[in-house]
């Protein structure tokens, strides 16, 4: 078989994904005409399709060497074809580092790849992510791409705990992205949407993550990619928060209430002694401070706002009452 026929018959076999039968073919090719340019070109790019990028770049380095004018750009073209899978897969590499932190290895990583040649923009971005520069959103994208991907494919199927459980994720990794920030913010608002209702103490919980929620929202503030979901996110979060706050204030409200009438029931009614008078005394005074502190968190004229202010009058009157007690 003619060398043509030889690579022809390799070409073919690369086609069809058959590697190995495809390196036996070059391998014989190159041992009768060692120096072929088109050989050197074909395995270099069985290499890279199978694989191995790194050995298909030795592979094409060596066509290129020796490539006349005759063999037009076959030699250049394929090392082309190998300098950017080389480069893909050593950022590729960088990345998984920068995953685990390890920003001295990335970087030792990316000056390997500035060597191959000209990059690209995002190649640019990632080099002044890893010298320590605040980070576009383009590279937190490349950086947290599992997580972001799997976090967006469970908000799609409603799986609200499974989207944080991926953003908790990203958030080790790097607690910056903003295209996180509004996936968490999204999470959250379906959770509390679409949860179980609650009630009294277990709403402390929900309060806390809506308050979570819209501080991730205002990092959104300059982002106009987001602007629109974000804008439409927080009007329900600021509702939400209002009611969960406002039950959670009446809930409050009525603790204070059944402690106010537990030292009722238990020191008035009936004759009491100086020492009883003065336990009452000191069960009231941190009733009436946290009677007023939750009065400064509630809106004037609001229900719980009346009933705390009837219940500081009691208070009032009781600890007058008490006074007369030595």
């Not at 030889?6 to 070409?11: F, I, P, T």
Request: include cysteine; proline fraction near 5%; hydrophobic fraction near 45%.
């Amino acid at each position: 078989m003619s060398l043509a026929e030889l690579l022809h018959r390799a070409s073919s076999l690369l086609d069809a994904r058959q590697f190995s039968a495809a390196a036996t073919l070059i391998g014989a090719a190159l041992r009768d005409a060692p120096g072929s340019v088109p050989a050197l070109a074909l395995r270099a790019r069985c290499l890279l399709l199978a694989g191995d990028p790194e050995l298909g770049l030795e592979a094409a380095r060596s066509a290129a060497r020796l490539a006349r004018p005759s063999d037009g750009s076959l030699a250049q073209d394929v090392l082309g074809e190998c300098l950017r899978a080389v480069a893909a897969a050593r950022v590729e590499s960088a990345r998984s580092a920068l995953r685990r932190h390890d920003r001295g290895t990335a970087w030792t990583i990316l000056r390997g790849v500035a060597e191959l040649g000209p990059q690209d923009r995002l190649f640019v971005l990632i080099c002044a992510y890893v010298s320590g520069r605040d980070p576009s959103g383009e590279v937190l994208d490349w950086l947290l791409r599992e997580e972001l991907e799997e976090a967006t494919a469970a908000l799609e199927r409603a799986d609200a705990v499974g989207a944080r459980a991926a953003l908790d994720r990203a958030n080790a990794i790097d607690s910056r992205s903003r295209h996180a920030a509004l996936l968490e913010a999204d999470a959250i608002h379906r959770a509390v949407v679409t949860g179980p209702p609650r009630s009294g103490v277990a709403l402390r919980p929900v309060l806390a993550d809506l308050r979570r929620a819209s501080e991730l929202l205002k990092r959104l503030d300059d982002a106009p990619e987001f602007r629109d979901r974000a804008l439409a996110l927080r009007a329900s979060i600021d509702h939400l928060s209002r009611r969960v706050a406002a039950d959670l204030r009446v809930h409050r409200a009525r603790e204070l209430i059944g402690r106010h009438n537990a030292i009722v029931s238990t020191y008035t009614g009936r004759p009491i002694s100086s020492f009883e008078a003065s336990n009452a005394r000191r069960s009231l005074a941190p009733l009436a401070g946290d009677v007023a502190k939750l009065r400064r968190q509630c809106p004037p004229g609001s229900p719980e706002a009346r009933a705390l202010a009837d219940l500081a009058a009691a208070i009032s009157a009781l600890q007058r009452q008490l006074q007369h007690y030595v």
